[in-house]
């Protein structure tokens, strides 16, 4: 499924962070699971933008909705 092996140990650590995540929702407010996953796997998969985002530079959630609106129009 990956090219390399380092690729694959980040797809997977990826995943563990979005299941960490996850659980970390439901157990802070009431979620659907389907909701909780979907949530977790945004987040985890935006994670160094968030992580920017959450250091002092909000306007990185604006690119992300960019990127995801330039995404919709290629389909």
Not at 42 to 55: D, G, I, Q, T, Y
Request: hydrophobic share 45%.
């Amino acid at each position: 499924m990956f090219a390399d092996k380092k690729a694959a140990e980040e797809h997977d650590r990826m995943l563990e962070l979005a299941d960490n995540l996850t659980s970390f929702l439901q157990s802070q407010m009431t979620i659907s699971d389907n909701a909780a996953e979907e949530i977790g796997l945004l987040m985890a998969r935006n994670k160094e933008a968030l992580s920017r985002a959450f250091k002092g530079k909000p306007e990185m959630l604006f690119e992300l909705m960019s990127n995801d609106e330039e995404a919709e129009t290629d389909i």
